[in-house]
Every structure is written in structure tokens, then in C-alpha cells.
């Protein structure tokens, strides 16, 4: 089982760049998630979807913007990159059941010079 | 304010000892959900145990329980019989109101552990 997998894995921008992370589960959830986590902050939610062609913002949406065409991908797009964004990005997803966990991708380092 | 307070940012313990993690939350909600993560030095979130505002136990899961204290708002993770692969940092979260799935969690800033031999 891939679970949630992230690509890519590192990614070094220069200012004002953009990109687009790309996250994928296999496990046919309904609710999918995009974190940062930067150091001693723990992690904030970004932007989050119910279900396929719905999209929310969360705690830190700006400069950031998702989209979610099928249900199995949630893509997290950086349209003018800044350095306050470089930071560990994770995607996560999970299944419509109380109390169900999320299951989180390996995540995305992202550096902005 | 914090919703979720984790006040060691460092604990060590020996091989084989049990530790309990500390976590303290701040909701107006009655019903809410609290998650625990472990991050090890690899990176990836793991979910290790969740208790429900309405489980009238503590959970339980291998050598990982919650002291759940619904007056005191704590939630804290108890790790019996430490091994050296519990070295990572550890996350506290909850969930505010009801939900059937949908999960909008707030992470606390996190514990990292230290077993040694």
C-alpha cells in the first residue's frame, strides 16, 4: 500500500517562483489536508477539501492555493514564492469515520532563497 | 490563547521505564476529539492513539495509553516499558465539535524524547 505519497520530496525555489506540490492516496478517503510545519510551531493547516472539486482555507491560506480534481489528488500551489514559505509541507487524508486518524505523506521540503 | 499546551519541549528516560508526555487543551466545545503523533527523526507523522471527548475509558493502544482528564482538559500520552525506537518528537492534537470523519486538527508544539540505553 502507497498510502499518501508527496512529490516531490525537496524543492529549492528563488523568490517570487512558483510550484505546485502534488499529493496522492490510494485509500479512497474523503478528506484531504495540506500542513507546514516549521520549527517550534508544530504544524498549521493550510488549506483542506471535503471531497472531490471542494476546497477550504484553514489557519495560514495566503500565498497558498489547492485544488482538488479527483478525488485522489490535492494539489498545493505556490504562486509567487517567498521565503516565509520555506518549511515542511505535509499532505494528509483520512476516511469518513468518527475518529478516523489522519494518515500523512512523508512530507516536502521546501526551500525559498 | 494555545489550544494545546505541551509544556516539555525535552524528556529523557531510560530503556525499559515508562514516561507520560504532558498535554493540556483549551476548548468551549463538548464534544472534540484529541489525537497523538510521533515524528521520528525520518520525518513522517505516525498516529499512535485517540481519545473521544465521550469515551468514558482511557485509551489504550500496545504500550501507548491517555490519561484522559476531562476537568483538568489534559490529555496526556503514557509510554510504558520505553524502547529505544520511541526517540522521536511527539504531537499532541485536537479536533473541536462533532464530526463524522472530517478532521480539522490543532497540533500542539510538540515533546521530543530522548531513551537511552
Known amino acids: 500500500n502507497a498510502g499518501v505519497t508527496q512529490t516531490p520530496k525537496f524543492r529549492v525555489l528563488k523568490t517570487g517562483q512558483s510550484m505546485t506540490l502534488l499529493c496522492a492516496q490510494d485509500?479512497?478517503?474523503?478528506?484531504m489536508y495540506w500542513y507546514r510545519q516549521d520549527p517550534g510551531m508544530g504544524l498549521r493547516l493550510i488549506h483542506y477539501?471535503?471531497?472531490?472539486?471542494?476546497?477550504a482555507k484553514g489557519e495560514v491560506p495566503d500565498g497558498y492555493n489547492v485544488s482538488r480534481l479527483k478525488k485522489q489528488n490535492f494539489l498545493l500551489g505556490l504562486e509567487s514564492a517567498a521565503p516565509s514559505q520555506t518549511s515542511v509541507y505535509f499532505c494528509?487524508?483520512?476516511?469518513?469515520?468518527?475518529?478516523?486518524?489522519?494518515?500523512f505523506g512523508n512530507g516536502t521540503r521546501l526551500t525559498v532563497t | 490563547a494555545q489550544k494545546i499546551t505541551q509544556t516539555q519541549p525535552g524528556m529523557f528516560v531510560q530503556e525499559k521505564e515508562a514516561v507520560t508526555l504532558d498535554c493540556t487543551y483549551d476548548t468551549s466545545d463538548q464534544s472534540y476529539g484529541l489525537f497523538w503523533y510521533k515524528q521520528p527523526s525520518s520525518g513522517e507523522m505516525i498516529f499512535l492513539i485517540y481519545q473521544g471527548s465521550y469515551d468514558e475509558q482511557n485509551a489504550t493502544e500496545g504500550r501507548y495509553s491517555l490519561n484522559f482528564q476531562k476537568a483538568r482538559k489534559s490529555a496526556n500520552l503514557v509510554i510504558s516499558a520505553s524502547q529505544l525506537g520511541d526517540s522521536a518528537m511527539y504531537f499532541c492534537?485536537?479536533?473541536?465539535?462533532?464530526?463524522?470523519?472530517?478532521?480539522?486538527?490543532?497540533f500542539g508544539t510538540g515533546t521530543r524524547l530522548l531513551v537511552s540505553p
Open positions: 494528509a487524508s483520512n476516511q469518513n469515520r468518527q475518529g478516523s486518524p489522519l494518515h
Open positions: 485509500m479512497n478517503h474523503e478528506y
Open positions: 477539501s471535503v471531497g472531490e472539486g471542494t476546497t
Open positions: 492534537a485536537m479536533r473541536e465539535g462533532r464530526s463524522t470523519g472530517f478532521q480539522k486538527l490543532v
